[in-house]
C-alpha cells in the first residue's frame, strides 16, 4: 500500500510521546511499503522536534537523517533534502533557509534574493538584496 506520511507518526516514532501512538507509528514505519513524504513535512518534523519537544540541532538532523533512511519512505529529491539536512546542522541554519540554500545549490540560479544576511554564511551561492 501507498500513503502519504503525515507529521506525527514522524514526530511519536522519534519522541515515544504518547507511548501507545508511538509504538503503533514504529511498527507501521517499520511495516510500510511505500510511504511519501513531502518536503514540507520533514520541514514541518524539524521544527514541532525543535519548538514543542525542545531537541537540540544534533538530535533533530539525526531525526531527520534517520526519517530518509527508512526504506520504505520515498522524497522527490534525496539528494536536496540531505544536502538541507547537512547545511540544517553542520552549517548552523534554519531548516527553511536551509532548503532555500540546497535548492539554489542545485539549480542553475544560484542566487537567493533576500534582506537575511546569515544567507551569507553559504558560500556555495549569492544573496541578492533587493535595493
Do not use: C, K, W
Not at 532555500?100 to 537567493?112: D, N, Q
Request: hydrophobic share 45%.
Amino acid at each position: 500500500m501507498t500513503a502519504f506520511l503525515d507529521t506525527n507518526i514522524i514526530v511519536r516514532h522519534y519522541t515515544g510521546d504518547p507511548p501507545a501512538q508511538a509504538r503503533l507509528a514504529t511498527r507501521y514505519l517499520e511495516q510500510a511499503d511505500r510511504l511519501l513524504l513531502p518536503d514540507l513535512i520533514l520541514a514541518e518534523v524539524a521544527y514541532v522536534l525543535e519548538s514543542y519537544y525542545r531537541m537540540s540541532r544534533d538530535q533533530v538532523a539525526a531525526a531527520l537523517r534517520s526519517t530518509l533512511a527508512i526504506p520504505a519512505v520515498r522524497v522527490f529529491d534525496r539528494d536536496l533534502l540531505q544536502r538541507t539536512v547537512e547545511l540544517y546542522d553542520i552549517h548552523r541554519f534554519g531548516f527553511a533557509d536551509a532548503y532555500l540554500v540546497a535548492s539554489a545549490e542545485r539549480s542553475a540560479v544560484g542566487t537567493i534574493a533576500s534582506f537575511d544576511r546569515g544567507i551569507d554564511r553559504a558560500e556555495t551561492v549569492r544573496r541578492e538584496e533587493p535595493a
